[in-house]
């Protein structure tokens, strides 16, 4: 995937719209590989149960019994799987986080930016598959919603939604949060669908995770968690901070402050691990800086969750 440049600080139509060549790109490099067996637990999050075969791989706890492939499983000594495509189409829906937590990067692009580059390149992902496409989109002062349409039809859409979400002015208390976008979402979220949360997830609390309890019984889910390296440890030393309105120093060097502050990002990690293991969801973490494009098409086409 070749690297290109583009606004770090705010998402750009126009660069979100070049994306949809480096997918095309990818999808034309899958279509030509052999088909491939035993990676083990490396399923695309765009591959689901259906009719139409897709390939073999090895057997997983929870898959179907009844889809083992018996001839490949006595050639390897282990048991081996059927995968299939669905020949309906499907619902994917974006839920995307681009408040204030989010205007933020020490390095590389802000995280509100990523999660508009991601989104999109997933979105041309459902397009190159023939699926529908919903989402919403939250900032600190709105949240902006659409059922789903025929990727076609709803892509341009979505992408200008992510802009002028992109463009929104942060403000130092968010009037949204999390679990307001998980209610909205809800009555629009099909059984079947692949539901991809891009957030730093900053407000998870017991709620939003009772809506993905329920979700995972009938879809698939995925976290794509973007975040920091100013996250999970701070340099040391004394430091102006600012919400934009108001100015502090923090001392980095305080023993209690330098023990405490990475826990905070310990704990949410640890949390979300636990949510997409005990629910069987995806989980992608993504630190600014990185190839977040690359690392977002390894998840696609060798992810690690299991489709329904």
């Not at 930016?113 to 989109?137: P, S």
């Not at 307001?180 to 991809?196: C, D, N, R, V």
Request: with cysteine.
């Amino acid at each position: 995937m070749t690297k290109q440049t583009f606004n770090p600080i705010q998402a750009d139509l126009r660069d979100l719209l070049q994306i949809k060549s480096q997918v095309a790109q990818l999808f034309l490099k899958e279509t030509n590989r052999k088909t491939y067996i035993g990676l083990g637990n490396t399923q695309s999050p765009f591959k689901t149960k259906g009719l139409d075969f897709q390939e073999v791989r090895v057997y997983q706890p929870g898959d179907d019994i009844r889809q083992i492939d018996w001839r490949i499983t006595a050639k390897y000594g282990k048991p081996f799987t059927k995968l299939y495509t669905d020949e309906k189409e499907r619902q994917v829906f974006f839920i995307c986080d681009m408040r204030s937590t989010m205007k933020f990067a020490s390095q590389g692009a802000f995280k509100s930016v990523l999660v508009a580059r991601i989104a999109a390149f997933l979105a041309y992902m459902a397009e190159n598959k023939k699926d529908k496409i919903g989402f919403t989109v939250i900032t600190d002062s709105f949240i902006e919603t659409a059922q789903a349409f025929s990727a076609k039809e709803a892509l341009t859409g979505f992408l200008k939604t992510l802009e002028k979400a992109s463009c929104t002015d942060a403000a130092s208390v968010s009037a949204v949060s999390l679990l307001q976008a998980f209610e909205q979402s809800a009555p629009l979220i099909k059984s079947g669908s692949l539901i991809f949360i891009l957030s730093d997830f900053s407000d998870w609390s017991t709620q939003t995770e009772s809506f993905i309890q329920r979700w995972s019984i009938k879809n698939a889910c995925s976290f794509i968690h973007i975040y920091d390296a100013l996250e999970q440890q701070l340099p040391e030393g004394l430091f102006p901070v600012s919400d934009g309105v108001n100015f502090a120093m923090i001392d980095t060097t305080n023993h209690v402050f330098k023990e405490n502050f990475p826990q905070f990002f310990k704990k949410k990690e640890a949390t979300l691990q636990r949510i997409t293991k005990n629910y069987k969801c995806g989980y992608l973490p993504i630190r600014t800086g990185e190839e977040a494009l690359l690392k977002t098409a390894n998840y696609c086409f060798f992810g690690g969750y299991c489709a329904v």
